[in-house]
């Protein structure tokens, strides 16, 4: 089992659409979590953070369920500019691992 | 936010030469960084931690004489990809991090012929 999964994709959404990612995580010991947005053969760019009350920013919302190993993003109002792909993030403590990211095409 | 800089980001090396990626913080100190590789629709694979004055730690599989690092200022790491080979042929980025955010920089292509 991979420390990190994510669903690959792609999701392909219109404009406006609401997608929601989801990850799983592996070592329950793990401290903090993150998205972080990807651009085609571009470098990752945090996202936001994402913490235990869940949080939200703009369109976009962050949940975090311990007890499941369980981190999702929500996108509200998707826009052309989301078309990316989107990386969970998990920090042990001692290592980050990224997850192989889930790619987004959002269309006309 | 922080700025990691690396450079080159795109290079084309012939088979069994070496190739050196420059990475370093602009604004900032980093006694720590990060190379990792990523193939197409993969996901960032961390090959090895840099340390400032010290030897880098190599994460498992990764050959540290193949993959140089040295870590020689605050500001600046290097990665040396020596003899290189098509299988080589790879997106190599670095990271630093201030407080928990990781900065990455622009990431390097290499295409080995």
């Known amino acids: 089992r991979k420390e990190v999964e994510q669903d690959p994709g792609p999701f392909n959404v219109p404009e406006g659409a609401t997608v929601a990612f989801n990850c799983t995580y592996s070592?329950?010991?793990?401290?903090?979590f993150f998205w972080y947005r990807q651009d085609c053969r571009k470098e990752p760019k945090l996202l936001m953070s994402v913490y235990s009350s869940g949080n939200e920013d703009g369109r976009f919302t962050a949940q975090l369920n311990r007890a499941s190993q369980y981190i999702s993003l929500l996108i509200r109002d998707s826009r052309l500019s989301d078309s990316a792909t989107y990386l969970c993030?998990?920090?042990?403590?001692?290592?980050?691992?990224f997850g192989a990211g889930t790619r987004l095409f959002v269309k006309a | 936010g922080a700025v990691v800089s690396q450079h080159p980001s795109w290079v084309i090396c012939k088979s069994g030469t070496s190739v050196k990626i420059e990475c370093r913080s602009l604004d900032f100190q980093a006694t720590t960084m990060f190379w990792y590789r990523q193939f197409p629709k993969q996901s960032l694979m961390l090959m090895a931690t840099s340390n400032e004055g010290s030897k880098a730690t190599y994460e498992q599989g990764v050959e540290k004489d193949k993959f140089l690092i040295n870590h020689a200022s605050l500001t600046l790491s290097t990665l040396t990809v020596t003899s290189a080979h098509p299988e080589d042929s790879s997106f190599y980025i670095c990271?630093?991090?201030?407080?928990?955010?990781?900065?990455f920089g622009q990431g390097t292509r290499l295409t080995v012929v």
């Open positions: 070592n329950s010991a793990s401290q903090s």
């Open positions: 990271s630093a991090y201030v407080n928990t955010e990781a900065f």
């Open positions: 993030v998990v920090n042990t403590g001692f290592k980050t691992i």
